[in-house]
């Protein structure tokens, strides 16, 4: 199985900065790795396919990059609404799919 | 708009049974994989099954491979997990996602909450 480490596992930052955040792959799934946000009392949202493709309604400030074993999530000019926990996932394996043990981004 | 709406949760002994369903709306149903992701308390994200479009093919993780099994229904647009064999590592928040072909959620539901505990 694919093993997914992320990185940091806790962010702390101030609106207007920007944040990176990093997942890597236990081996190499090209580029098919996906980003989600959690909020509490909201269904989790996708904002990253394909390693890099905004899913529709995903801010610009958010971008996704890398392929292979190495990925990050940025997000430039942090919104008081993006501090959530974010999760990678793989699905280079389907169906068999795993998860980053998440990054919680809260505020400085 | 898609809604995915998850039910069935609550409190049930180790090693009973418990059945948990969603009910999909805003998209045809039949057209794609459905999936079960679960998160346990203050924990991460875990994949629990996944099912074609049919019904015929299914998929599990071995940490629920031959206690869980994800069944579908088209005719009514829903989703069901059936779980026997509960153990208190089962407890978690079940959520309802839609994966396009088996892949990324694009879709999910709001969560249904089961505990394991005597």
């Known amino acids: 199985d694919v093993q997914m480490t992320q990185s940091p596992s806790y962010l702390a930052a101030s609106p207007g900065e920007s944040v990176f955040i990093s997942c890597k792959a236990s081996?190499?799934?090209?580029?098919?790795l996906a980003w989600y946000q959690q909020k509490p009392g909201e269904a989790n949202k996708l904002l990253i396919y394909?390693?890099?493709t905004l899913q529709s309604g995903t801010p610009s400030r958010f971008s996704g990059s890398g392929s292979g074993t190495d990925f990050t999530l940025t997000i430039r000019n942090l919104e008081p609404e993006d501090f959530a926990v974010y999760y990678c996932?793989?699905?280079?394996?389907?169906?068999?799919?795993?998860f980053g043990s998440g990054t919680k981004l809260e505020i400085k | 708009e898609v809604q995915l709406v998850e039910s069935g949760g609550g409190l049930v002994q180790p090693g009973r049974s418990l059945k948990l369903s969603c009910a999909a709306s805003?998209?045809?149903?039949?057209?794609?994989?459905m999936a079960w992701v679960r998160q346990a308390p203050k924990k991460g994200l875990e994949w629990v099954a996944t099912?074609?479009?049919?019904?015929?093919?299914?998929y599990y993780p071995d940490s629920v491979k031959g206690r869980f099994t994800i069944s579908r229904d088209n005719a009514k647009s829903s989703l069901y997990l059936q779980m026997n064999s509960l153990k208190s590592e089962d407890t978690a928040t079940y959520y309802c996602?839609?994966?396009?072909?088996?892949?990324?959620?694009?879709?999910w539901g709001q969560g249904v909450m089961v505990t394991v505990s005597s």
């Open positions: 996932q793989q699905y280079y394996e389907k169906p068999h799919l795993t």
């Open positions: 996602a839609r994966p396009p072909m088996g892949s990324y959620f694009d879709y």
């Open positions: 805003g998209f045809t149903f039949s057209n794609y994989y």
């Open positions: 081996k190499s799934i090209s580029n098919y």
């Open positions: 099912i074609s479009t049919s019904g015929s093919r299914t």
């Open positions: 394909s390693g890099s």
